[in-house]
Nanobody, 122 residues
Framework: QVQLVESGGGLVQAGDSLRLSCAASGGTFSSITMAWFRQAPGKEREFVVRINWSGGITDYADSVKGRFTISRDNVKHTVYLQMNSLKPEDTANYYC???????????????WGQGTQVTVSS
């Protein structure tokens, strides 16, 4: 069992940057795919990005490609999401997730954090 705890959210202005962290404990973090999802009020959860176990393969949603960067540190059992050039439409609760999958579907991930709120003002 892997427990995930996100941090780093906050209120920023459009164009600013934030870095989210997701710390894992228990289980075999270094062998699973990690991903970030987000959910805005009144909207469905959406895939943001995933990274494979080694960090060598990443997959970004078109809406964040070129602005967000995912990385992981398997020694520190942490995955990061660097978010640059933030836009108001990036406002959402951001969740990290883990699973033995290469899918973008949230249903394929069985470890979830509690979420961290990101709010981008215009």
């Amino acid at each position: 069992q892997v427990q995930l705890v996100e941090s780093g959210g906050g209120l920023v202005q459009a164009g600013d940057s934030l870095r989210l962290s997701c710390a894992a404990s228990g289980g075999t973090f270094s062998s699973i795919t990690m991903a970030w999802f987000r959910q805005a009020p009144g909207k469905e959860r959406e895939f943001v990005v995933r990274i494979n176990w080694s960090g060598g393969i990443t997959d970004y949603a078109d809406s964040v490609k070129g602005r967000f960067t995912i990385s992981r540190d398997n020694v520190k059992h942490t995955v990061y999401l660097q978010m640059n050039s933030l836009k108001p439409e990036d406002t959402a609760n951001y969740y990290c997730a883990g699973g033995r999958t290469i899918s973008r579907a949230g249903s394929e991930y069985y470890y979830w954090g509690q979420g961290t709120q990101v709010t981008v003002s215009s």
